[in-house]
């Protein structure tokens, strides 16, 4: 049974930084994409971070000097690496991981998230 599964979240001043994990087990197809993704109270979930299988990111010009992600080899450990933190960072964050497999078919799972907190 696949599993994704987020840590390092928690509670931080301004002008900090966290390091949130996102692991995925139990899977034997390739992964093709992990996301990251936050929603605060209130507000549209977002995508803040993506690798692919092939070790493209991407990260949105609004956040891509404070915010990085990176992977081991077969992606089924992502990292995302949140510096000079604001108080509008306050949110759930949580990943997701697609996988495909040669005939085209595409799936995913998605983990409960972990609260992240910046206090002002």
């Known amino acids: 049974q696949v599993q994704v599964a987020e840590s390092g979240g928690g509670l931080v001043q301004a002008g900090g930084s966290l390091r949130l994990s996102c692991v995925v087990s139990g899977a034997t197809d390739p992964i093709t994409v992990i996301a990251w993704y936050r929603q605060a109270p209130g507000k549209q979930r977002e995508v803040v971070a993506t690798i692919s299988g092939g070790g493209s990111t991407y990260v949105p010009d609004s956040l891509k000097d404070r915010f990085t992600i990176s ?40 983990g409960q998230g972990t609260q992240v907190t910046v206090s002002s």
């Open 71 to 110: 992977a081991n080899n077969d992606k089924h450990t992502t990292y995302l690496q949140m510096d000079s933190l604001k108080p509008e960072d306050t949110a759930v964050y949580s990943c997701r991981a697609e996988f495909a497999n040669g005939l085209g078919a595409r799936w995913d799972y998605r």
